[in-house]
């Protein structure tokens, strides 16, 4: 199975624009079943009111951007995980959307929202859901979510095999955190970050790049540099990811100790 | 606040010298509040059959390898944890001890046992507790408990400042994992591995060393050698632990969604 991550630069408040960086660059390239696409891949990041997200936003599935998704899909014969503003009447998610060959499938709305999206965004109200794409089971989360380690547990857990982790990291933490994820879920990870600078009168944003696809053995199996524009793909077994089996004795889900887990929920 | 790990070679089935060593070593050491031992530090590792076991576990506490923790932690006006070979009635824990100025304090006891642990102990029956020591709240795991990230999330939980991880570690990834510990839960971590080989019929294992210490903000303040006998000490401020705000509006334990948790447990 091939699996990728597109990380680019969106255009703030550009749609089309950031609809033709993706078609031209996903047409282009090598086949792949699966891609990861950043976040808020569609509109970029630094919102200063709400005025901006009504302008970019749209509802799930029938927009704009969703559409050209599904029509690239169609003609690739794949998948894309692909970060969107999503509007839902009159309110905004930051979420992120699968997609494939048959068209549109799911919507993950982010739990766990960070810093200044929480002056815009409402926080996700749907389950973490697993989705089998024929090849695989995948799952969805949005950049921070990858803080809180019960987002990956709670995917795998539900039989996620890759995790798909569309980001606008600014911080330099999570390419580590997500060599951790995979391995104590046994299961692959895709970051999508994006590249670039936006500002506004008050704050400069710096996005860090560095997406990079992770093993159950908690390799890097790719990873792209901090400032360039790059597709990476590569050829994994999720096999891999089913076996959760990690010698003849230990079995990362079966020696849980629930008893004494408590207080995590 | 001072803490440390002291990385070091047990010999197996050899209660008297391990005291040694440790007498020895930590007597002449610069002062410390809080100093971390391997795993089965006073007993080593590969155990054949039961009866070995039977020649150097301990109750606890009482037993000849508490009591002279019990000495050294008097002497030095400090905490000491490290991992004992547990005796209760018939049947055997892989434990660690806090132990402090003013005595014994509790037991740990490993909820997650690894490969053929499985074979001789029993596994942990007890909560993962929390412990004031005065200048900070510390909390005990053992080896292989790093891989459920439940385990630090728990203690952190529960208010533990400073992770007491007393190891024998044989795979490499430990030491990647505990940093994406330190920064999701805001914590310091003391890891304390051993160093050396044990062997038997069927078997050798090669311990891995690296001992390290984390910070909450994932820097590695102190980290050992894959083969040397070495104390280490940092200063930390375990205030840095206390604070669970990651910027103005994110605050790492509030901001758990954990409706959407249920899975967990």
């Not at 540099?225 to 004795?249: Q, S």
Request: hydrophobic content about 40%; aromatic content about 10%.
């Amino acid at each position: 199975m091939k699996i990728g991550f597109f990380q680019f630069e969106p255009k703030f408040l550009d749609v089309e624009e950031n609809i033709n960086q993706i078609i031209s660059e996903l047409e282009k390239s090598q086949t792949f079943d699966l891609i990861v696409l950043p976040e808020l891949a569609n509109s970029g990041y630094l919102f200063k009111k709400k005025e901006e997200l009504e302008q970019v936003a749209e509802e799930i599935p029938g927009g704009t951007f969703v559409s050209h998704l599904e029509s690239i899909c169609k003609s690739k014969n794949a998948y894309i995980v692909a970060g969107v503003a999503e509007k839902k009447g009159s309110i905004f998610f930051n979420s992120s959307v699968l997609v494939g060959p048959e068209g549109y499938v799911s919507t993950y709305r982010k739990l766990h929202l960070f810093d200044r999206e929480k002056l815009f965004f409402e926080p996700g109200n749907k389950p973490l859901e697993v989705y089998d794409i024929g090849k695989a089971k995948v799952g969805l989360m949005i950049c921070f979510d990858w803080i809180f380690p019960e987002t990956v547990r709670v995917l795998a857990l539900k039989g996620a095999e890759i995790i798909c982790h569309s980001a606008n990291l600014v911080l330099p933490y999570s390419q580590t955190a997500m060599l951790a994820r995979s391995v104590e879920n046994a299961v692959f990870t895709i970051t999508a970050n994006r590249i670039g600078t936006e500002k506004n009168d008050e704050l400069i944003l710096s996005f860090t790049g560095q997406s990079q696809i992770t093993s159950p053995k908690m390799k890097t199996l790719a990873k792209a540099e901090k400032d360039t524009i790059e597709i990476k793909i590569v050829e994994i077994d999720p096999e891999l990811a089913k076996n959760k089996w990690i010698n003849e004795r230990n079995n990362l889900f079966e020696d849980r100790r629930v008893d004494y887990y408590a207080i995590l929920t």
